[in-house]
């Protein structure tokens, strides 16, 4: 059984490891996309000034690093009065790569966008706040809440998802596929025009991909995340164990 993941070789391998012990299976790993920093004249055209907010939303590492390395090459220095809101403690605890996070006003959330607005409250309701995106994700359900209740906030752009080159791969080579995200699915289409499932197995790790595989025709092998799939290793485990 040949499995193709469409993620870089993650850092613990053990669970993937595990699969191939158990069950012979062959497993490569491919990032389908990556995440790249905007490029300042792409910035630029969105006519957002940033020393206008005193406080910035994040919702993801990558677009820590983009915002940070914006500011740099556009020669603005982030107050220490700057207020950070990030979705997770996770999140939170990565802008120490960039300031003293012990000397900073850093909040978070328990990864909802509620939390987030939660955590604003009516104590900083008078900031002017900054919401991080990325190109083609939709802050839909983030800025809905921000409007009820009442925030004056700007969504700004600062990191794309780049389609990598799989010219060299052969879909049908592999048995299964795993794919997360809506940009693995844009990469697929972008790399093979012409592509058709015929026998190929999906695993659909995440609800927008599973919708998106749907709502083209794709047949789905294995969803998650559910209480029974808690992982993308698990969705492989479960698909080779029937």
């Known amino acids: 059984m040949k499995i193709l993941i469409s993620q870089p070789l993650p850092a613990n391998q053990a669970h993937y490891t595990a699969l191939h012990e158990k069950f012979g299976a062959e497993l490569t790993f491919r990032p389908f996309y990556l995440i790249e920093p905007l490029a300042s004249k ?37 107050p220490e ?27 978070f959330g328990n990864g909802t966008p509620a ?9 900083h309701k008078g900031e002017k706040f900054l919401i991080t995106t990325s190109g083609n994700s939709s802050p839909e359900a983030m800025t809905k809440l921000f409007d009820g209740a009442g925030l004056d906030y700007t969504v700004g752009r600062f990191i794309k998802p780049v389609s990598q080159n799989l010219h060299d791969v052969n879909l049908h080579d592999f048995d299964l596929v795993v794919l997360y995200n809506i940009n693995d699915l844009r990469s697929l289409h972008e790399n093979f025009p012409d592509f058709e499932q015929g026998n190929l197995k999906f695993i659909a790790y995440g609800n927008g991909i599973a919708k998106a595989l749907e ?20 969705a492989i485990e479960l698909f080779l164990s029937k």
């Open 215 to 234: 709502a083209e025709g794709y047949t789905i092998a294995v969803k998650g995340p559910t209480p029974e799939v808690t992982s993308a290793a698990k």
């Open 115 to 123: 939390s987030i607005v939660a955590q604003i409250g009516p104590k």
């Open 42 to 78: 792409e910035f630029r055209a969105q006519r957002i000034n940033l020393p206008d907010y005193t406080a910035i939303v994040f919702s993801s590492r990558h677009a820590i690093d983009a915002y940070f390395k914006m500011c740099e090459e556009m020669r603005f220095k982030v």
């Open 81 to 107: 009065t700057m207020k950070y809101f990030c979705s997770t403690e996770i999140i939170a605890m990565y802008l120490q790569k960039h300031i003293v996070y012990r000397k900073r006003k850093i909040f």
